[in-house]
């Protein structure tokens, strides 16, 4: 083995019962040593991963590796959907003319309201706004969508949020020391382009714009975190998801973001666990660019189904446990990128 770093941890975890024994030896910092441990293997790995290896027999000798001890922080930013329009006549209000403008929009200049079949899409002479007109029936229909669409606070604290994702992180030798909301204010942001009340899945206009509007945010406010957690109250097929690209408009100094955007609503009919392992999940693909175990080639040839790793958070989302390639891929992956972090 190489020598120790002085920043590496001296415990060292494999997953028991899985592919090797679980075992936390003190080892001397500096030089090279070389280790030799007893292992009492119980367990018959029923799966060993080819690029982890396993024990059989009942005294081994293995080789340590040592992994610096990445500090990381992250953002946590809510996200209203907003909806700003000004009903300049209620709804089911009888006007003189069928060009009466019933409702037109507020300051992001987008109509945010569902146009009734009844009513008409003008444009207001005067400001060049679409704005809903009263149509040939000379009533205004449509209600007019004036309320920001508010995302729920999470069902944990951040310090909790901060704890759970240390003990699924253990393993990999990940410690987050700063969880915090920022900014303090929600942000509001208009994304909901088919005004569904959604926001819409992978790939759509929405969440592009969702995501230039927050890195144009952090960027306004300043860039403070390794990492953004994004929450929004209502997504479309959509209970996590992470991404690693440049977002925002601004072309100087560009940004690699990692963003893990997560959909609050449905989570908070489910247990604590369960979110704050979708988090773990998600900063595992957006921050560190693990993959599903499942979706991994070298697996797949093998047959390797989703679930046959249970404990593994990157394949069940319940698991709190992680395997050596995985530490080997987020340490070779660890690249941030912000001022005063590291380039990528
Ligand atoms: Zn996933």
């Not at 149509?135 to 920001?148: E, F, H, Y």
Request: charged share 25%.
């Amino acid at each position: 083995m190489s020598a120790i770093p002085p920043t590496a941890s001296s415990k060292i975890q494999f997953s028991k019962s899985q592919a090797i024994a679980m075992l936390t030896p003190s080892i001397g910092q500096g030089g090279n040593n070389q280790l030799s441990i007893q292992l009492n293997v119980k367990d018959t790995p029923s799966y060993v991963l080819s690029n982890v290896g396993g024990f059989k027999d009942v005294a081994s000798k293995i080789n340590v590796v040592s992994y610096d001890k990445l500090q990381r922080t992250v953002g946590v930013i809510y996200v209203d959907e907003e909806n700003d329009d000004i009903p300049v006549k209620d709804c089911g209000t009888a006007v003189d003319s069928a060009k009466q403008i019933c409702v037109r929009p507020g300051k992001n200049k987008f109509l945010d309201t569902q146009i009734s079949l009844r009513d008409s899409l003008g444009i207001d002479e005067v400001t060049r706004d679409a704005v809903i007109m009263a149509g040939r029936n000379k009533v205004c229909n449509s209600l007019a969508i004036s309320k920001n669409i508010a995302t729920p606070e999470i069902h944990c604290s951040l310090s909790t949020l901060k704890d759970s994702l240390n003990k699924i992180y253990q393993g990999t030798n990940v410690i987050f020391t700063d969880i915090s909301k920022y900014p303090s204010k929600h942000l509001a942001i208009n994304y909901d382009y088919d005004r569904d009340g959604l926001l819409d899945a992978v790939g759509t206009t929405e969440i592009r714009f969702l995501k230039n509007s927050v890195a144009d945010s952090i960027k306004l406010a300043g860039d403070q975190f390794d990492y953004y957690l994004i929450l929004v109250k209502n997504a479309k097929y959509i209970r996590g998801l992470a991404w690693l690209g440049r977002g925002g408009l601004f072309e100087s100094n560009p940004r690699l973001f990692r963003f893990v955007l997560i959909n609050v609503q449905p989570h908070l009919d489910r247990s604590i666990r369960t979110f704050t392992n979708t988090v773990g999940h998600e900063l595992g693909h957006g921050c560190f660019d693990l993959q599903h175990p499942f979706d991994e080639k070298v697996i797949l040839n093998k047959g390797y189904k989703k679930g046959s790793d249970p404990h593994n958070f990157m394949d069940y989302q319940d698991g709190h446990k992680s395997r050596k390639y995985q530490w080997n891929q987020i340490h070779e992956n660890d690249k941030i990128s912000r001022p005063g972090g590291r380039d990528y």
